[in-house]
């Protein structure tokens, strides 16, 4: 039996295979490649270990945290999103679960003075209210004085409110202390979204908020746990800063800007919520509601949908585009970094929303480089 057949078939197999073997990946193949890469499943665990600096103390702790969040809110555990909330937590705290704040007691006497001289109450009755011996042992002004942390501070206004009938007249039952934690998240926003949380509280929401579990977890949910067409991570950063879809509504207050002629402070506030009053942006959207055959209330029930993903769907969205596209010839923006100047008694500088969310993108792009 002749083996020349099977020696030709060998051949031509060899040389199939090395026609059909890969080359080198064209430029647009890499970076599919690299999107690939970014978006495999990982060990949260790990690679928070691999990437939090060695400086930071208790760093198997953080990395443990922070897997559960992911796990708990079922987050995709991939890299960018990783590495998104290293950025906010090392932009807002540089990783510490309470962070110091320069400053602190001077800006909270300033504050209960404020808030004073807007009740019209005589500031020396309130330094004398607050001269009256707290829970633990020592006076207001005492513990005030040396306040280094907004824990620390929000514990204080928390037994000043309950027990010195001064501080019931002067904050109601609102503490004034209103983001903490390693990535500053709005108490408030806790509050409200605490299904699912993985642990059991040992006090409040507020309190809880200021730990590092906690402060990640619904920091975290503020960051990630929404739906968004967002083509960067950047923009998720402005919202975080901003409000859900802060990016995606100016983009459409741009779109109304343009369609209407008239100029509009790109915020991403659409309406004036919790008020019956028309803001800026619902009364340049009303001009354009007999060229939408829309009415007032039609134009508002759409724009109420500017904190969802709604808002993408309705009539209103697709035809104001239409219009504003028409009319300017050219295809506009669905996204767009806000236009808001930050303002706090923490703030010392000149930042806006853009500044925080191109600072924080810069941060995510040095994690996703680091080997």
């Keep these: 039996m002749s083996y020349l057949p099977r020696v030709c078939w060998l051949l031509a197999a060899l040389i199939v295979a090395g026609c059909s073997s890969p080359g080198p990946l064209s430029q647009q193949e890499a970076e599919k490649e690299k999107g690939r890469e970014k ?34 809110q079922q987050l995709a555990p991939t890299l960018e999103n990783i590495c998104s909330v290293l950025a906010v937590a090392q932009q807002e705290s540089n990783y510490q679960a309470d962070p110091v704040v320069p400053g602190l007691s001077k800006i909270a006497w300033k504050e209960i003075d404020k808030r004073a001289e807007r009740m019209h109450i005589p500031a020396v009755l309130v330094h004398t209210a607050l001269k009256v011996t707290s829970p633990n042992g020592k006076s207001y002004s005492e513990r005030l004085d040396k306040v280094r942390t907004e824990r620390e ?104 800007s343009v369609a209407t002629g008239m100029k509009l402070a790109l915020d991403g506030d659409l309406i004036l919520y919790n008020s019956n009053d028309t803001g ?68 010392t500088r000149n930042l806006t929303t853009a500044w925080f969310a191109k600072r924080v993108d810069d941060r995510r792009a040095a994690c996703m480089a680091q080997n």
Excluded at 58 to 68: F, L, P, S, V, Y
């Design 39 to 72: 978006e495999k499943p990982l060990d949260v665990a790990s690679v928070v270990r691999q990437k939090i600096p060695a400086s930071v103390k208790d760093r198997d702790g953080w990395a443990q945290d922070i897997a559960t969040t992911f796990r708990s």
């Design 280 to 347: 800026a942006t619902e009364r340049a959207v009303r001009t354009l509601g007999p060229t939408l055959n829309m009415s007032d209330r039609d134009i508002r029930r759409q724009l109420e949908r500017g904190d969802s993903q709604k808002l993408e769907e309705t009539t209103l969205w697709r035809e104001v585009y239409r219009l504003a596209e028409k009319k300017s010839g050219k295809t506009l923006p669905r996204e767009m970094l806000p236009g808001i100047q930050l303002e706090s008694p923490k703030i």
């Design 153 to 256: 501070l929000s514990a204080i206004f928390d037994d000043f409110i309950s027990v010195v009938p001064m501080g019931q007249k002067l904050f109601g039952s609102l503490n004034p202390v209103r983001t903490g934690g390693p990535m500053q998240i709005s108490v408030a926003f806790a509050q409200q979204h605490t299904d699912g949380y993985p642990w059991e509280m040992q006090g409040t929401v507020r309190q809880e908020v200021f730990t590092r579990r906690g402060g990640l977890w619904f920091g975290t949910y503020h960051l990630l746990n929404y739906p968004a067409r967002y083509s960067a991570p950047i923009y998720r950063f402005a919202d975080f800063n901003a409000g859900l879809y802060a990016s995606r509504n100016a983009a459409f207050q741009h779109a109304v």
